[in-house]
């Protein structure tokens, strides 16, 4: 079986940081990257960023770039989102998942992710 939790969220300021943890048990080699959205409400989900299960690629949204960084401990299962400079507009609950599928090729398109996690909860506000 496969699962992923998500831990971390909470309130912080803007320009603040927090650090968002994607603990993750039963992978194979048919899980290709780990990725990271998020969901605001009303809003469609969103890619943050992603990296690659064999050799630590990884990409990131263009609004994110910069301020994420997205790491991964193999030791742990964990991939972890290093969120800075934070800004209102990351308010969401952010999630993780395995990318399970190239038939999409974009590694922000979340039809070729599977196995989400639940969620944690970001508010970036004053």
């Known amino acids: 079986q496969v699962q992923f939790v998500e831990s971390g969220g909470g309130l912080a300021q803007p320009g603040g940081s927090l650090r968002l943890s994607c603990s993750h048990s039963g992978l194979t080699s048919r899980h290709f990257a780990i990725g990271w959205f998020r969901q605001a409400p009303g809003k469609e989900r969103e890619a943050v960023s992603s990296i690659s299960t064999t050799d630590g690629s990884t990409y990131y949204a263009t609004v994110v770039k910069g301020r994420f960084t997205i790491s991964r401990d193999i030791a742990k299962n964990t991939v972890f989102l290093q969120m800075d400079s934070l800004k209102p507009d990351d308010t969401a609950v952010y999630y993780c998942?395995?990318?399970?599928?190239?038939?999409?090729?974009?590694?922000?398109?979340?039809?070729?992710?599977?196995?989400w996690g639940r969620g944690t909860q970001v508010t970036v506000s004053s």
């Open positions: 998942a395995a990318k399970t599928t190239f038939a999409y090729s974009d590694y922000g398109d979340p039809r070729g992710y599977d196995y």
